[in-house]
C-alpha cells in the first residue's frame, strides 16, 4: 500500500506563490502516475498537472503558471504554483495511481484573495 501526504497550502494574495508537496509512503513506485488534482466548493475534482515516467502535464487553466515536479529519493512530488488567482482557490489532492493500484491523499486547502 502507499499513503500520501499534502502539505504546504494556506492562505495568498493574488499575484502570490506557494508550494505544495506530496510525500507518499509505503511500497512507492517511481514508475507510477503522481497526479496533483484540486475541488473547489460545488465543483467536481479536475485534474491539475501530472508527472508520468514519460512526462508532465498541465491544464489548460494552470500552463504557465504551476510546475509540477518529482523527487523519486524523497518519494515526493511537488507543485509549484505561481501568479495564483483567486480562482485557484480549492483544495488540492494528490493522486498515485498504477495499473493496479489508485489512492488519494486528504488533501490541503488553497485560498486566494483578490
Known amino acids: 500500500q502507499v499513503q500520501l501526504v499534502e502539505s504546504g497550502g494556506g492562505l495568498v494574495q493574488a499575484g502570490g506563490s506557494l508550494r505544495l508537496s506530496c510525500a507518499a509512503s509505503?511500497?512507492?513506485?517511481?514508475?507510477?502516475?503522481m497526479d496533483w488534482y484540486r475541488q473547489a466548493p460545488g465543483k467536481q475534482r479536475e485534474l491539475v498537472a501530472a508527472?508520468?515516467?514519460?512526462?508532465?502535464k498541465y491544464a489548460d487553466s494552470v500552463k504557465g503558471r504551476f510546475t509540477i515536479s518529482r523527487d523519486s529519493l524523497k518519494k515526493t512530488v511537488y507543485l509549484q504554483m505561481n501568479s495564483l488567482k483567486p480562482e485557484d482557490t480549492a483544495v488540492y489532492y494528490c493522486?498515485?495511481?498504477?495499473?493496479?493500484?489508485?489512492?488519494w491523499g486528504r488533501g490541503t486547502q488553497v485560498t486566494v484573495s483578490s
Open positions: 493522486n498515485y495511481k498504477t495499473p493496479f493500484y489508485n489512492t
Open positions: 509505503g511500497s512507492v513506485s517511481d514508475f507510477a502516475d
Open positions: 508527472i508520468t515516467y514519460g512526462g508532465t
